[in-house]
C-alpha cells in the first residue's frame, strides 16, 4: 500500500458525460500528478501540483482539468468524454516537486470506460 | 524526439539469474531524475528505484540496482536472483527541469521470469 488513494476504482459513463477522479496524497506530501495510461499512448503524464499551485502540465486535453485543494487532496475533472479517453488514470505523490524530488508513490489508479 | 528509450519490449530470464533491463534517455538538463518502477498484472504502480543526476554512485535497493552511465545516457535496471514474482512490466522514467518538472514514461519492458 502506497499510502495513496483514489476513488472511485473504477467508472462507466457515457459519452458526453462529465466524470471526477479524487485522489488523496501519501501524508506529508506536498505534489501530486496525474497521468493516463491507455493501451496505444502508454503512460502519459497530465499534470502536475505542489501545494495548491499548479507547477506542469503534460499531454492534458482542454476537456480536462484539474485542482488541488487546501487539504492536499487533488481532483481530476474530465468533461465532453469520448471513447478514446477510457483508461487507467494513477495519480502520484511526492514529498517536494524539483527534478530530484525523489520518488513519485502511486495510487492504485481509476479505471475509465466510456461507453 | 523519444525522451526515454526501451528497447527491450519482452524479456525471459530464468529464476535466480539476474536480468538487466535497458533504458536510454535524452535530456540536456544537467538537474533530472530517473526512476524504475514496476507494473504486475493486477496494475498498480510500484516504485523500485530512483538516481539523481548529480548522485556519484549507483543506486540501488535491496535485489535492484541501477547501472547509471551518464556520458552514455544511460539508466539499465539490474534485478538480481530473479524471483517469479519478478514477472511484470517495467517503466523507465525521467523528470528533467525543462518544461517544468514533467515525468517522461518509456514504452516499458514485459520481463517474464520463468521456473
Known amino acids: 500500500d502506497s499510502g495513496v488513494t483514489q476513488t472511485p476504482k473504477h467508472l462507466i459513463t457515457a459519452t458526453g458525460q462529465r466524470v471526477t477522479l479524487r485522489c488523496s496524497p501519501r501524508?506529508?506530501?506536498?505534489?501530486v500528478y496525474w497521468y493516463q495510461q491507455s493501451l496505444d499512448q502508454g503512460l502519459q503524464f497530465l499534470i502536475h501540483y505542489y501545494n495548491g499551485e499548479e507547477r506542469a502540465k503534460g499531454n492534458i486535453l482542454e476537456r480536462f482539468s484539474a485542482q488541488q485543494f487546501p487539504d492536499l487532496h487533488s481532483e481530476l475533472n474530465l468533461s465532453s468524454l469520448e471513447l478514446g479517453d477510457s483508461a487507467l488514470y494513477f495519480c502520484?505523490?511526492?514529498?517536494?516537486?524539483?527534478?530530484?524530488?525523489?520518488?513519485?508513490?502511486f495510487g492504485p489508479g481509476t479505471r475509465l470506460t466510456v461507453t | 524526439a523519444q525522451k526515454i528509450t526501451q528497447t527491450q519490449p519482452g524479456m525471459f530470464v530464468q529464476e535466480k539469474e539476474a536480468v538487466t533491463l535497458d533504458c536510454t534517455y535524452d535530456t540536456s538538463d544537467p538537474s533530472y531524475g530517473l526512476f524504475w518502477y514496476k507494473q504486475p498484472s493486477s496494475g498498480e504502480m510500484i516504485f523500485l528505484i530512483y538516481q539523481g543526476s548529480y548522485d556519484q554512485q549507483n543506486a540501488t535497493e535491496g535485489r535492484y540496482s541501477l547501472n547509471f552511465q551518464k556520458a552514455r545516457k544511460s539508466a539499465n535496471l539490474v534485478i538480481s536472483a530473479s524471483q517469479l514474482g519478478d514477472s511484470a512490466m517495467y517503466f523507465c522514467?525521467?523528470?528533467?527541469?525543462?518544461?517544468?518538472?514533467?515525468?517522461?514514461f518509456g514504452a516499458g519492458t514485459r520481463l517474464f521470469v520463468k521456473a
Open positions: 501524508s506529508g506530501d506536498l505534489s
Open positions: 502520484a505523490s511526492s514529498l517536494s516537486h524539483g527534478a530530484g524530488a525523489g520518488e513519485q508513490y
Open positions: 522514467a525521467m523528470r528533467e527541469v525543462t518544461g517544468g518538472f514533467k515525468t517522461i
